[in-house]
């Protein structure tokens, strides 16, 4: 069946603009989270779904980034006034509710803010 | 609070040659514990878990760990290496389990000599 998919695979923005990252988990999935990989800090847990709600939002590095997920379905994350160390790959995870534990991750957004 | 160990950032064998990757976690709770691939350009694939079960545990493409608690380390390790395990490697802990986020550890990339 269909994984994972995000989009856009690659963005270029520019400093002080908005961008919209978008998630699609695998169909049924009600958990979904959103990580950052970034050289300098590794793989960082940002926002954790369940259903439409965001139950630990601890990771969210500062009030510039928000994230909702409607329909218990598509996520998306919202970084506002964009800096240049908010370039980083942003990954989106998905799981279900039966406790496997196993997160089924995406390939990721690469953005480059200039 | 959790956290992961990767001593290192780069290991090279030559191919037949076993796969050792060290991964040691701290946790004031029993841990979930899990090891993630990434392939160039990819998302994270999960190569195996360990859930409180077995201490040794199989997993995809003949990797294996065993989980220590005495020395709160679980170890990599694949017999004989293909060209085909180049690839970045994450131990990953997780902080209660089902539905949980990960707390990755800074990963190590495996290189494969002819």
């Known amino acids: 069946g269909a994984g994972v998919s995000q989009s856009p695979s690659n963005k270029v923005t520019e400093k002080g603009k908005d961008v919209e990252l978008r998630c699609d988990p695998i169909?049924?999935?009600?958990?979904l989270y959103w990580y950052r990989q970034s050289l300098g800090q590794g793989l960082e847990f940002l926002i954790y779904?369940?259903?439409?709600?965001?139950?630990?939002k601890s990771g969210l590095p500062s009030d510039r980034f928000s994230a909702e997920r409607t329909g218990g379905s598509v996520s998306t994350l919202t970084i506002q006034r964009t800096q240049q160390e908010d370039s980083a790959v942003y990954l989106c995870a998905s799981s279900s509710e039966t406790g496997s534990y196993e997160q089924y991750f995406g390939p990721g957004t690469r953005l480059t803010v200039t | 609070a959790q956290s992961v160990t990767q001593l290192g950032s780069h290991v090279s064998v030559s191919e037949g040659a076993l796969v050792l990757l060290r991964c040691n976690y701290s946790?004031?709770?029993?841990?979930?514990l899990f090891w993630y691939v990434q392939y160039p350009n990819q998302g994270l694939q999960l190569l195996l878990k360990?859930?409180?079960?077995?201490?040794l545990v199989k997993g995809i493409n003949g990797f294996e760990a065993e989980f220590k608690k005495s020395e709160t380390s679980f170890h990599l390790t694949k017999p004989s290496a293909h060209m085909s395990d180049a690839a970045e490697y994450f131990c990953?802990?997780?902080?209660?389990?089902?539905?949980?986020?990960?707390?990755f550890g800074k990963g190590i990339t495996l290189s494969v000599r002819p």
């Open positions: 169909s049924g999935h009600t958990a």
């Open positions: 360990y859930t409180s079960a077995a201490t």
């Open positions: 779904f369940q259903g439409n709600s965001a139950p630990d």
């Open positions: 946790s004031s709770v029993p841990p979930y």
């Open positions: 990953a802990v997780s902080h209660t389990g089902a539905n949980s986020k990960l707390t």
